[in-house]
């Protein structure tokens, strides 16, 4: 009895031209175009990646996001021209206190903000996407409680960073970065879980409550997914049997 990681979810004013933005930037395809979602995915069915699905929020972007994203970069030369890719397809220079760093801070269209890593050995083989990244005032314990969500171990904690990988150890990690900073609204972009085909998806809720989540209300309403906080109040969604 597990829950799995199906998809990393972004909240859009333009759901579809964002999709479009982040297919660009990831060489990445969009595989679903509907009023309520656009999906963004790798270009082959196992291809490495977390699939990302655009959500249209009529709310405006207000503060620094939680949860964002870091793509990687084969070479010093490789990293200058992805900038350079991505500010001319509509990013722009992000200030987010960051100061003097070797990674270049960027935001898509819509505000969000994202890293264009330097070389790391530590990313090689992730494919374009690096890590989904998430502000955590306790990385080591939060860790623990993704490692039972997502299905996916820690590959190393200590009091800075956590870091989680796929059972495959392939493709991005799931990073959980020291962050004094307060949560003080939902955040934009959050992951979805879903339950191997034939679990109870009631069951998995309760597993999840019982290792440290809460129910949550976000406005969703009548819906056939179940929303949590995990516990250090970050949303995430329980999605059908899949």
């Known amino acids: 009895m597990s829950t799995r990681l199906v998809n990393l979810v972004a909240d859009a ?12 930037a990831l060489g990445w395809e969009v595989t679903l175009e509907e009023p309520g979602e656009v999906a963004v995915e790798p270009p082959d069915p196992g291809g490495l990646g977390i699939p990302l699905v655009f959500v249209p929020v009529p709310d405006a972007k207000t503060v620094p996001n939680r949860v964002h994203l870091d793509l990687a970069s084969p070479s010093a030369d490789a990293q200058a021209a992805l900038v350079a890719r991505l500010l001319d397809l509509g990013a722009t220079l992000a200030d987010v206190g960051q100061g003097r760093v070797p990674w270049v801070v960027l935001a898509d269209p819509e505000g969000n903000e994202l890293c264009v ?9 992730t494919g374009p996407l690096a890590a989904v990244v998430v502000a955590a005032a306790d990385p080591p314990a939060l860790a623990r409680f993704w490692a039972e969500a997502a299905a996916w171990p820690v590959v190393g904690a200590d009091d800075r960073l956590a870091a989680l990988r796929h059972p495959s ?13 307060p949560k003080v609204t939902k955040n934009r972009l959050h992951l979805d879980l879903a339950p191997h085909p034939g679990d109870d998806p009631a069951a998995e809720v309760a597993r999840l409550l019982d290792l440290g989540a809460a ?28």
Request: glycine share 10%; aromatic share 8%; proline share 8%.
């Open 13 to 24: 004013a333009d759901p579809a031209a964002s999709a479009r933005w982040w297919a660009e």
């Open 117 to 125: 890593l330097e070389p790391r050995d530590r990313y090689t083989g």
């Open 169 to 181: 150890g392939r493709g991005p990690f799931l990073e959980l970065v020291r962050s004094s900073a």
């Open 215 to 242: 129910l949550a209300d976000v406005g969703q309403g009548e819906v056939s997914w179940t929303v949590l906080a995990d516990p250090e109040g970050n949303e995430l969604c329980v999605l059908s049997p899949r």
